[in-house]
């Protein structure tokens, strides 16, 4: 059991059958292995990390899971979020800090895992982290898709893994599909290094998950259908590490496609 201190940590896997834009994703398997288990693996890789569970509403994912080996534990179906589900996922467990991996990042990289659960094991004052990167493409700023973050405080420095150069963690002001922080000058968008990308990992405090799921939706939450906004309205603070950005999720049938062609020729 890897027990880090006295902070036991669990990543949980949320994973839905249906899908609006590409129903069934999780169960693809045009590579040899399902979707999800590529998810599976990558966060079995993380150290920091005790087990790896996921969490489904649907009976042929959770026959999927068990035919690899994973441990996987059935939902009420109607949640209206992954990190409900996960919420009841973990609800009876021993565990301090529950990371939220989406399904479809196949190709997260295990040390971006780590390093969200290690900003809550740094940082005792804070119960939620996520992660940012820069941006490769000034574009992808005005797309609604890409979520955006704007951060307190951003300082030089490395991480403690000692693989890349990256800024010290900071508070998260505001989440947005709008491209944030507005350029008035540039009428708009301005130079790409005021844009930071939002990834969609968490960690949180058990405590405080269960506590955040059974709020209520807030304003801006139900305005930008962000989730994470509903901390935000409520006063608590979201500690975000940036990293570099090196994968997308899986979203469509085509990403599906590029992301097996990637598979076949590594």
Request: net charge negative.
């Amino acid at each position: 059991m890897k027990v880090w201190g006295s902070v036991r940590v669990v990543a949980c896997i949320p994973a839905r059958y249906g899908s609006t834009r590409f129903i069934a994703k999780v169960l693809a398997k045009d590579t040899g292995k399902f979707l999800i288990q590529h998810t599976y693996e990558r966060a079995c890789a993380a150290k920091l990390v005790e087990k790896v569970i996921i969490a489904t509403d649907d009976e042929r994912v959770l026959a999927a899971a068990k035919s690899f080996g994973a441990e996987a534990v059935m939902t009420r179906a109607e949640h209206q979020s992954g990190t409900d589900r996960i919420a009841e996922a973990v609800a009876g467990m021993d565990v301090d800090i529950v990371v939220n991996l989406q399904a479809d990042e196949p190709e997260i990289d295990p040390a971006n895992i780590d390093y969200v659960a290690r900003l809550l094991i740094d940082n005792p004052d804070y119960p939620m982290a996520t992660l940012a990167a820069d941006f490769e493409r000034i574009e992808q700023a005005a797309d609604p898709n890409i979520v955006k973050v704007i951060v307190s405080r951003c300082e030089g420095g490395t991480r403690d893994d000692g693989r890349r150069t990256i800024d010290e963690p900071g508070r998260a002001i505001y989440f947005s599909r709008w491209a944030i922080p507005y350029d008035r000058d540039a009428g708009g968008i301005g130079r790409i290094g005021q844009y930071k990308r939002h990834l969609g990992i968490y960690a949180y405090r058990k405590d405080f998950l269960l506590k955040i799921t059974g709020l209520p939706q807030t304003p801006l939450e139900k305005t930008e259908k962000l989730e994470q906004l509903r901390a935000i309205e409520n006063g608590f603070g979201i500690l975000v590490g940036k990293v570099e950005h090196t994968c997308d999720g899986i979203d469509t049938a085509e990403q599906y496609v590029a992301f097996v062609k990637r598979c076949k020729e590594s």
